[in-house]
């Protein structure tokens, strides 16, 4: 079972506001994701990480930045949030597998509300 | 590009009726597919996987085959219960891509 953390669950915040969503992992994966969820379900690559000091955009543009300083966490930082941000904010992590065989394990995700 | 088509929800079974969920998907190179499944509330869970053609992926009475020919992966269970009422996500991902392309999920209820 994969052990990948998100904190906090739920947030609720004023527009203007920064905010950090925290993702950490204690399974020592080198690669890490942030997918946002719409509210109709469907899935979008933000941001991904080979490894320490590697940060990559994904599909979906997001305003939001993160950082990869330790292998085990990978924050993402919204400078200041707008009610279009309102979303669920998924954080994955994996392993390097041969042949693409690499599975992604999802934590519980943050769903970030911005009034 | 590469793409994942899903069968469109939501669906509402009975209890210990089959279950079928149908995916196909559309890629350049050889992907591994995978069935997400994810509870109200809660994030996704990998259910199961199979990476290359003819493999059979299960995992808590649920299986999936994949099949080159018609490009698919379809979800399969005998007999549902209440607790499998969920969204499903079938995904694939490239071999040497980073990302995974999902489907745009099923949402699935299963009433007593």
Redesign the interface.
């Given at each position: 079972e994969?052990d990948i953390y998100?904190t906090p669950r739920y947030l609720v915040i004023g527009t203007g506001k920064k905010i950090t969503l925290e993702c950490s992992q204690t399974m020592g994966h080198d690669?890490m994701?942030w997918y946002q969820q719409d509210p109709?379900?469907?899935?979008h690559?933000i941001h991904?990480s080979?490894g320490v000091n590697s940060t990559?955009k994904?599909?979906l543009s997001s305003e939001s930045t993160v950082s990869r300083i330790r292998t085990e966490h990978f924050p993402l930082t919204l400078e200041s949030a707008r009610p279009s941000h309102t979303s669920q904010y998924?954080c994955?992590s994996s392993e390097w597998g041969a042949?693409?065989?690499d599975?992604?394990?999802?934590?519980?995700?943050t769903r970030l509300t911005v009034l | 590009g590469d793409s994942v088509t899903q069968m469109e929800g939501p669906v509402t079974l009975s209890e210990e009726a089959f279950l079928t969920i149908n995916c196909t998907y559309t890629a350049t190179g050889?992907p591994?597919l995978?069935w997400?499944v994810q509870y109200p509330g809660?994030?996704?869970?990998?259910l199961l996987?199979a990476?290359k053609a003819d493999d059979k992926g299960s995992n808590k009475g649920f299986e999936a085959t994949y099949r080159k020919e018609t490009t698919s992966f379809h979800l399969e269970k005998g007999s549902v219960q209440v607790s499998d009422s969920a969204?499903y996500?079938c995904a694939l991902?490239?071999?040497?891509?980073?990302?995974?392309v999902?489907g745009?999920?099923t949402?699935l209820t299963i009433n007593p």
């Open positions: 994969a998100q690669k994701y109709g379900m469907e899935l690559l991904y080979y990559e994904g599909d998924l994955a042949g693409g065989t599975t992604q394990y999802f934590g519980p995700g | 050889y591994s995978f997400y809660e994030g996704l869970q990998l996987k990476t969204v996500f991902r490239i071999q040497g891509a980073q990302k995974l999902f745009q999920g949402r």
